[in-house]
């Protein structure tokens, strides 16, 4: 068969099955996330039914698909929002980092995979898919909960480590030494500083070089200036990802919502090829061999989370119940897990790459679904009735 025409089978293939399933995750209330996942894995060497053609076009689309998601999760706060939460809930991150982040370190330290492999599990296991819980939130009507508040300080603090985290971590997988690891965490720090202070003072500005003219024009303006800052910051030995999501914070809120609206469908497909692309580099014949260790990770990490919440909220004054959902509710792990393990999959065993898969498919599936079973165990908890005690 022709190449092109194998090659436009083999992706419209996927990319209406993709479209199934996530027909199917909308049905039953969960995140497609897990299933991008598994079709990955089937169409991926070892898999059911391996593709060749599109492996080109899934690279590439997966790169886009990172820059997408990261541009839309920075458009999500202001430099001003950024400010605020590193004065009221720097502790609330503080905690939630190294809560979460241990025990995948130590993971990794048990496992023998090497200093480069435990920073990565750090990041893996820390850092909540604010993707996932956007949705679910939004999806459960409690973007109004009082408690609301401190799961998004929560996130953007997360979101602004890994700012310093993502070249760091790549630049040890890159072993590229020392100085160039200090220099890489060094250039992010000046580079974040630098945007919230043009956000702050500029954001105007900014926000001109992307508005005016049609949806056309506009949608070509972002998608450009996304590739172009992201490529800049790959350039200078700092995370592509890390460029979009900056990007994402200089831009004005008040076209935030225009941005989306024509981003998202955009976002929505590459971050699908992103997810199955993820799939199609891990063997599924292995998943079997780290299946257990991941569940045991999860499990630690849906209690960690919790713990954060708890903590979190309490800083916030909220009831215990709420305290509660805050925790449940920062369960998912999904898009930040998955780039931290492709940033450092040449650098690692492989197992670490699998067992992500693994980790991040149970708390891909059970992170959305922690809010709704949290609910009836808060209230028990909560408003146990006291048993009166006859003399």
Do not use: C
Request: proline content about 5%; charged content about 15%.
């Amino acid at each position: 068969m022709d190449s092109t025409a194998r090659l436009l089978l083999e992706l419209g293939a996927v990319l209406f099955g993709l479209g199934v399933l996530g027909r199917i995750a909308g049905r039953f209330g969960l995140s497609p996330i897990p299933l991008y996942l598994v079709a990955g894995l089937a169409f991926g060497d070892g898999g059911l039914l391996p593709l060749e053609a599109p492996e080109g076009f899934f690279h590439t689309g997966s790169e886009i698909g990172v820059i997408l998601l990261l541009l839309l999760i920075g458009l999500e706060y202001t430099a001003e929002d950024l400010v605020d939460n590193l004065r009221t809930q720097a502790p609330s991150g503080l905690v939630d980092l190294v809560l979460n982040g241990l025990p995948g370190a130590l993971f990794a330290v048990a496992m023998g995979w090497g200093t480069t492999a435990a920073v990565a599990m750090f990041g893996i296991t820390a850092v909540s898919s604010s993707g996932i819980i956007s949705k679910v939130l939004t999806d459960m009507g409690r973007l109004g909960n009082r408690e609301t508040p401190a799961i998004l300080g929560v996130l953007v603090l997360e979101d602004l480590a890994m700012a310093v985290y993502l070249p760091l971590v790549t630049a040890l997988a890159a072993a590229t030494g020392g100085w160039a690891t200090v220099r890489a965490v060094a250039i992010a720090l000046a580079v974040l500083s630098i945007v919230l202070v043009v956000a702050l003072r500029f954001g105007t500005q900014v926000t001109r070089l992307v508005t005016g003219g049609s949806n056309e024009v506009t949608l070509l303006r972002v998608m450009g200036l996304a590739l172009l800052v992201a490529g800049l910051a790959e350039a200078a030995h700092v995370s592509a990802a890390v460029g979009a999501f900056l990007l994402g914070i200089g831009l004005s809120s008040d076209i935030a919502e225009e941005i989306h609206r024509l981003l998202e469908p955009l976002r929505d497909i590459f971050a699908a090829v992103f997810f199955v692309f993820f799939g199609l580099s891990t063997d599924p014949s292995k998943l079997p061999s780290v299946l257990l260790p991941a569940v045991a990770l999860a499990v630690v990490g849906i209690l960690t989370k919790v713990a954060t919440g708890w903590y979190a909220g309490g800083r916030a004054r909220v009831t215990r119940r709420a305290r509660l959902r805050a925790g449940a509710a920062l369960v998912p792990r999904g898009e930040f897990s998955i780039i931290v393990a492709g940033l450092v999959a040449s650098a690692v065993p492989a197992e670490l790459g699998t067992t992500t898969a693994a980790y991040v498919l149970v708390l891909a599936v059970a992170g959305p679904m922690m809010p709704r079973l949290m609910e009836p165990v808060a209230a028990r908890l909560v408003n146990r009735p006291r048993v009166e005690v006859r003399r």
